[in-house]
Structure formats: C-alpha cells, structure tokens
C-alpha cells in the first residue's frame, strides 16, 4: 500500500498519494467536520474495501517466569511462536478485511539495515528550510507553509531513505498561539513539514525528531515479536492463604499440562488468563497489578538509537530564517473557506489552534469559556460517564472540584471514582478499562469490559459518554488494539441506536515525555499508530472527536503522559461546549 509519498507524522489520516489514503483523507474530512459542529447524524461508514487478503492476527504473548515458581523450575519459555492459547481467536473474513485495511493504512517504511550508528539519523546534522512563497508574495493568513527537511547522518551524509518520525509545530510564543504540521515523508531523507497560516503577526517553526527510522524498526520489532515485554499479576486469596500468578491476554500453548485461569470475557469474548495459583481456585482472584516490564530486549547496538538529548525528541535546526511574518488576508472569507474544505484540495486540516492560550476550531470559533457557575449550570440534569485510562481520569479530576465526590474507597488509580450533585442532578461516573491495564492495582470485581459498560447505559440526551482507551496498548500488537476497539465500536452503535441523542466523545492518544526505555515500552510511535487506528475506526460515526493529539502538540509545554492543568481546562472547555453549545441567536 505504500506509494510514492508516505505521511509520517505530526497529523494522523491526512491525504496520502494512495486512493485507500485518499479516500480516508475525505473520510477524515467528513469526520472532522461533523467533530467540529457536533451534527447528530447518523453516518455510518462502511469500510469499501478491495483486494485485499486475508490476514491471520496473531497475538503471541507470553508470560514472565520469575514470580510463578511452576515457570520458573521448568526453565525458560518457548521463543514467540504462534501457539498461544489465543490462537483460537481468528478473526471473521470481514473483520479479517478491516484489520487488513487498517494495518496498510499505518504500514510505516522498514529502513535498510544500518551498520553503524554513524549511518542512522542525527537530527544535529539535519537541517530544515522554510520553503519561499509561491511568485514571492507576501505571506497571509489562509496561506499554506511548506518548510523541507533533509535529514543527515551521523557523519552529516544525506539520508537516502524515509521512515523517520518527525513532529512540526508552528507558533508564537508572543500570541499564544500554536499549530500541529503535517510532515510527508518524500521516502528519500527529505520531509516537508505543512502549517496552515491561521494568525497574523509572527510564527515560528520547530520540528523535532521524535526518532530515527531505525529507531522506528526496533519498536515495530519489539511490538511485534516482544509484546510480553509488558506483563501482569494477581492475587489469590482465600482465609489465610494467598499466591500471585501470571497473568496475560494470551498465554503459551505449549503446557496442556500447565492449569490455567480462564478469565476470557463470555460477552466480548476478550481473552484474559492467569496461570493457575497451586494450592487456590480460580474464583479467590482479588486484584489485578501490574508485573513489571522485561528488560534487555534490545542489543547493545540497537540502545545506541535511543539516547536522551542525541536521538530521542532532538529538534532539527533551520538552515536559514525559522520564523515568518503573516499578513492579515486579503481574499474574502468564503473564498476561504472554500478553498479550506474543498475534497482534494486541502493539505492539512488540523482540528484546531490555540490563539491566546485558548484553543479553537480550524474555522475560527473560540471555544467557550466556562466557570464554576456555567460548568454546574452546563452540567445540569446530565450524566456523564467516562471510561478509560489515566488521561481519562483527569478529566474526571478536573471536573470533581465542580461536582462533589462520593468517596467510593477505590485504589487512587483505578477507581472507579463517582461525584454527585443532588440539587443540580449532575452525576459524573470514571471508570478504567479492562485489561490490559498497568495500573498498580485493580480490584478483580471492578475489572469491566468498556464495551460491556456502554451496554448497561440507556443512552439518551442528558447521557453524555466520554472514551480515553490508548496508552495501555501500546506494548501489544495492533490487532489487540483493532478488537478492542471494534468491540466498543459496535457498543457505541447500539447505544447512539437505542438512545439517541447521547453525546459521545472520544479523545485520541497525546505525546508524552520520552526517555530509552519509556521509549521502548510506550513510544509515542506506537501511540501515533494507535491513534490513526482510532480515527479510521470511528469515523462516520456520530462521535465528538478530542483530538489531544494536536492538542498537545501545538501546546508550548513540554510533552507529558498526562497533560498539564491549562491543556485540560482548554480541552474540559471545548467538550463543555459540545455539551452545552452556545445558543445561536
Ligand atoms: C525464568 O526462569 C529461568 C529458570 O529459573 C531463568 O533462568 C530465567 O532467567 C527466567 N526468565 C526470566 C525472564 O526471568
Ligand atoms: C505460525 O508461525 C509459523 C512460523 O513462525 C508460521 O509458519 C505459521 O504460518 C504461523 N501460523 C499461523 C496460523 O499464523
Ligand atoms: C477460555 O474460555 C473461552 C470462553 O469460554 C473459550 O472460548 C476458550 O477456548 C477458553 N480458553 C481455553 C484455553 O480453554
Ligand atoms: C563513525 O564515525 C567516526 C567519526 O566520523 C569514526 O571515527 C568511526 O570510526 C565511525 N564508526 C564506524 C563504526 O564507522
Ligand atoms: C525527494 O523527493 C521529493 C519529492 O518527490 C523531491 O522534491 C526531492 O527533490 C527529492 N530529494 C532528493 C534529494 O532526491
Ligand atoms: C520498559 O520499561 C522498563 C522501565 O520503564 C525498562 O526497565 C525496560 O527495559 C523497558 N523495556 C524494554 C524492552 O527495554
């Protein structure tokens, strides 16, 4: 499915030069647009999907032996292999399509194999160029700016091949304000970097190397042959005796002999299993933890592709002037927007931009703004339930200084977590996902199925659903990520079905700080693939799109897993006001 152009960062289903891209590009137009004014129609996409093969998902995980003793006498397991007691997990011919699809749509270009670091990219030899205005006009708002990269080895060669992942930012310190670019990567060591010009006054671009493209190839290994790097617990307890075990999504098949947990979801059918404790019975399950990560899956050679300050987030330099002065526009505003939203024609649609520290939709709108009186006032006679992980919860955390909590006792981490306001009717409900969860604790009995959750939910005006399922993930192949998602996907549908009117609001993966190993565990690579997943997946449905990716990325503040306290207030506003739209006089 790769063609001449490969798009490589900054802005998840943009246009690529392939007609599957394409039509996804117009897709995502649709999607944005309906993100945008919240519309309320039903416009379920079916994916039209053509030549495509069959494609076996295998989930190969396997447990770590050192707190079971049973593993650990029999010494160490088998390598990845496909026997895994998931292997009965194959997926329907058409979900077989979808998954086919979706994986073309995030394939990402496989360097040749470097022989030394010199060879691989260093984004201190690499330089950017804002490119001139077309005829030398003078810049303006509603203009489009084109900067190209060419990336350099270590020895300041010119790289000849893509595949490096690249993030663009341009803003202005002075007005607040800050885009998300869009990076194409040519395939042959140069990108250019895409902005829309949306303010006057002057703007500055930075672009960052989040890693090399060997770097890349590593992760994409260790996705796909290590994913048990990531591994899981749990305690048994019964009376006065208690045992941890092993637990995973998928365990080796291996061991007949090796009794096992069955914790397998019946309604989803999401796999989940625990090495038998020896001496307790499956049902004394009381929690659910975190094992701890792997270590030492990379060669020495490999670490060297991921050093903080060296190849790690490193901003490229420009070779000349980094920054421009934009006009105000000259055309007049339809024109514009005409030229913005036309199939086709656009180059970059970037849900949104801060201007004066506020973020705002492509088109202008400011979002609004909301106190404690109009958040009450918003909130009124709606419940709202949010499901997910810790991105999620903070959602939860910035809305319970306006809505009493009632202390449910839960771990700090994984809730689930409730507030209640009697006298305004406000009831706001968090709630993890299930595993695969590296919480610190979970209790087993809260341990819930998002999709199962949504079940439960009548639906209605006043029900307001709000989904953050991403940062988990990212250890584990795509195709866990793709069958989870299709299972809520498919929940969302009958809930938007059998209460209509219920807002649903789905908020991408963001950036996070990243250092060697984090980077190896939780790359913001892999969050970048799960996020294009996402919005391919939901698009079409009537679904509020958050997209925290550009969010965080267009902000001037560091990356961070859980976004600092003015990015959530600037996202709780924008969701307030699909809540709670302005009223059009
Ligand atoms: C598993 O157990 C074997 C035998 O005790 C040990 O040699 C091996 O290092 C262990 N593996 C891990 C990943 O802890
Ligand atoms: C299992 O793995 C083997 C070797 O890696 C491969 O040849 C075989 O086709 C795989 N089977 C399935 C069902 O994917
Ligand atoms: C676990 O239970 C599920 C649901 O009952 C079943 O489909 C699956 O085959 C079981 N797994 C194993 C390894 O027995
Ligand atoms: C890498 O480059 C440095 C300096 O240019 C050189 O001294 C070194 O030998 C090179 N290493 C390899 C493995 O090529
Ligand atoms: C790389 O590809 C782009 C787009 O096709 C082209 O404009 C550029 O000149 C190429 N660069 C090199 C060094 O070949
Ligand atoms: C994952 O992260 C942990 C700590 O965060 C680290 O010890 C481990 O080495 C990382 N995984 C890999 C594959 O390196």
């Known amino acids: 499915m790769l063609t001449d152009k490969h798009e490589a960062a900054a802005n998840p289903g943009q246009p690529k030069g392939d007609p599957v891209s394409r039509r996804l590009s117009r897709r995502a137009l649709i999607f944005f647009l309906l993100a945008l004014s919240g519309l309320s129609f039903l416009l379920r ?5 053509e030549n495509l093969s069959y494609h076996t998902a295998s989930m190969l995980f396997q447990p770590q032996n050192s707190s079971h003793p049973a593993l650990a006498q029999k010494g160490p397991l088998p390598p990845y292999n496909n026997h895994t007691i998931c292997s009965h997990l194959e997926p329907t011919p058409d979900e077989a399509l979808e998954d086919r699809a979706l994986l073309d749509a995030i394939a990402w270009p ?5 022989t030394s670091l010199n060879q691989t990219s260093d984004p201190v030899h690499s330089l950017f160029a804002i490119l001139p205005s077309k005829g030398g006009r003078e810049r303006r708002v509603g203009d489009q700016l084109e900067a190209l990269v060419q990336m350099q080895d270590f020895q300041g ?21 800050g885009v998300a670019g869009t990076v194409v990567d040519h395939l042959n060591g140069s990108y250019s970097a895409l902005f829309p010009l949306l303010w006057e006054g002057p703007a500055q671009v930075t672009i960052t190397m989040v890693h090399s493209s060997e770097a890349v190839a590593v992760l994409q290994r260790l996705r796909e042959q290590r994913s048990d790097r990531f591994f899981f617990q749990s305690l048994f307890r019964s009376g006065e005796l208690s045992e941890t075990s092993v637990c995973n999504m998928c365990l080796p098949h291996n061991r007949p002999q090796e009794p096992l947990c069955n914790y397998t979801d019946l309604h989803t059918g999401e796999p989940w299993y625990c090495l038998k404790p020896k001496r307790l019975s499956c049902d004394t399950r009381i929690n659910h933890f975190k094992g701890g990560y792997k270590k030492d899956l990379v060669t020495h050679k490999e670490a060297l592709l991921f050093q903080s300050r060296v190849n790690i987030k490193v901003v490229i330099h420009a070779s000349g002037p980094d920054r421009i002065d934009v006009l105000p526009k000259k055309i007049d505003d339809l024109e514009l927007k005409n030229r913005n939203i036309e199939p086709g024609s656009v180059k970059y649609n970037p849900s949104g931009y801060y201007y004066k520290g506020s973020w705002r939709s492509f088109d202008g709108t400011p979002v609004r703004q909301f106190d404690a009186k109009s958040i009450t006032q918003c909130l ?5 339930n949010m499901y997910g992980d810790s991105t999620m919860r903070q959602w939860f955390e910035y809305l319970r200084a306006f809505v009493p909590e009632f202390n449910l006792r839960s771990p700090a981490q994984a809730g689930p977590f409730m507030a209640v306001d009697c006298k305004h009717n406000i009831l706001l409900k968090y709630r993890c996902h299930g595993p695969p969860l590296g919480f610190s604790t979970v209790r087993a009995s809260e341990l819930r199925y998002v999709a199962n959750e949504l079940d439960r939910l009548p639906g209605g005006p006043n029900t307001v659903v709000a989904l953050s399922l991403w940062a988990h993930f990212s250890p584990f192949p795509v195709e866990v990520y793709i069958r989870r998602m299709r299972h809520i996907r498919r929940a969302l549908e009958r809930l938007l079905a059998r209460g209509p009117g219920t807002l649903v609001v789905i908020r991408s993966a963001n950036l996070r700080a990243l250092d060697k190993e984090m980077s190896l565990n939780h790359s913001d690579w892999f969050s970048l693939q799960l996020d294009r997943v996402l919005r391919n997946m939901f698009m079409g449905l009537a679904v509020v799109f958050v997209d925290a990716w550009e969010i965080t990325l267009a902000h001037h503040s560091p990356h961070n897993i859980h976004p600092p306290p003015d ?3 600037n996202t709780i506003s924008l969701i307030l006001t699909q809540v709670c739209p302005a009223k059009k006089s």
């Open 45 to 49: 996409n079916i994916l039209t999907l």
């Open 157 to 177: 060669r010119p790289k000849r091949y893509g595949g490096d992942f690249l993030v663009a930012r341009l803003h202005s310190p002075d007005l607040g304000a």
């Open 110 to 114: 496989k360097p040749p194999a470097p």
């Open 567 to 569: 990015i959530i207030k």
């Open 380 to 384: 009124t006679g709606k419940m709202i």
